[in-house]
């Protein structure tokens, strides 16, 4: 059986490094490239699509890891880094749809800025609305929001919140993968249990406040009526730029949903002997400390704190011990992914071994669980 990594166990202490902040500007430096690419011309375009794997990647191996957690008393990060990056993020998207309706605009370059629109929105646009989302404070969760809309993706909020941060690595989550699920099967359960789990999320919470299902409160009505108008808007004005925006929506989400496949592929909380699950714990998340992953995605390699403590900042998340760790950062991860069968040869092992050494755990505890549904491949 193949042995998994972990955070090893104990806490190191690192001193407060005054430059360290500096690191979570590294989304920027990728998406300045959109514009550059735009400016160059020509097969130029696609450049950031290109440089976003290949630069991630290549320096997750350059660099190496990060063998202690972050302190996590450092107040000096800036916390509007995320907020300055989805400003700047949407108004490229939008400079880039006004660029593509150009008549002087190739189809090539028209494809190459999609191409690097949808790459920067779905790798660092999504992780910055992420962290809005989860904010207590209603401007910074509307700019997560508006992020979202301009893919045509609002509806992830209350999925995501209410849903998945409940229910993460269990079956009834359609966000979290099944051991021996291929990508291309889990997008299509995932993108359509979402909205459905949306839509039935705030159906009830309207009846148990005695309203009508469909109604302004309703805020899947909200969003839709919202990104409806958004949609006739731009079709209006221009539908080389609506087929641009429809484009990096596609791929925007689809690396977005492919993040979530990677995040909890193959672990899964278990039935305790009175029938109820376990809580999630670290070892449910898949983790990385390779130090550009987590520059690169505000933290979202220590995947496993943030759903200890959702609302706590990016910058203060740590890597927790006995957390699964993934062989390489996540952005060789969502390459590695689009091959189911290398995908099943790296992961599935590493899966197993981990329920397995969880199990080993729960044999010595006092609270028995029931074996993993996630034992075999998709639970069959």
């Given amino acids: 059986m193949a042995r998994v990594n972990v955070f090893p166990l104990g806490r190191h202490r690192i001193g407060r490094d005054p430059v360290a902040p500096l690191r979570y500007l590294t989304p920027f430096t990728f998406l300045v490239l959109l514009p550059l690419g735009g400016w160059l011309g020509g097969g130029w375009t696609f450049i950031a699509a290109v440089a976003t794997p290949l630069g991630l990647g290549c320096f997750d191996e350059a660099l190496g890891e990060e063998r202690a957690p972050a302190d996590a008393t450092d107040r000096v990060t800036p916390r509007w880094l995320p907020r300055l990056y989805i400003l700047l993020q949407l108004a490229t998207t939008a400079w880039a749809a006004a660029w593509v309706a150009r008549p002087t605009t190739t189809f090539v370059e028209a494809m190459g800025l999609a191409a690097s629109a949808g790459v920067t929105t ?41 849903g998945h941060h409940r229910r ?43 309203h009508r299902v469909i109604g302004i409160g309703n805020r899947m009505v909200l969003y839709i009526t919202i990104e409806t108008t958004f949609l006739l808007t731009v079709m209006f ?14 791929l925007s989400v689809t690396l977005l949903e492919t993040f979530n496949y990677v995040a909890h592929y193959g672990l899964t909380r278990r039935a305790k002997a009175n029938g109820r699950l376990e809580p999630l714990l670290p070892l449910h998340s898949w983790n990385s400390v390779r130090r550009m992953n987590n520059a690169a995605l505000f933290n979202m390699g220590r995947h496993s704190d943030h759903h200890r403590r959702t609302t706590r900042p990016y910058e203060r998340l740590e890597a927790l011990p006995g957390a699964p760790q993934l062989p390489s950062g996540y952005a060789a991860g969502l390459l590695t992914a689009l091959v189911p069968p290398l995908w099943h040869r790296v992961m599935d092992p590493r899966a197993k071994a981990a329920m397995h050494g969880a199990e080993r755990q729960a044999r010595h505890s006092d609270d028995r669980v029931a074996p993993s549904p996630f034992s075999t491949p998709c639970g069959h």
């Fill in 122 to 162: 779905g790798v660092f646009g999504f992780v910055a609305a992420h962290e809005m989302i989860h904010s207590r404070n209603a401007s910074w969760r509307a700019l997560g929001l508006a992020l979202l809309g301009s893919v045509f993706y609002m509806h992830f909020r209350i999925a995501h919140v209410y």
């Fill in 237 to 250: 004005v221009n539908l080389h730029s609506l087929g641009f925006l429809l484009a990096v929506a596609v």
């Fill in 168 to 210: 993460a690595a269990t079956f009834e989550d359609p966000a979290s993968a099944r051991l021996g699920e291929g990508l291309y099967a889990f997008l299509l359960r995932s993108v359509v249990g979402q909205f459905r789990e949306s839509w039935a999320f705030e159906a009830r919470r309207r009846r148990h406040a005695g």
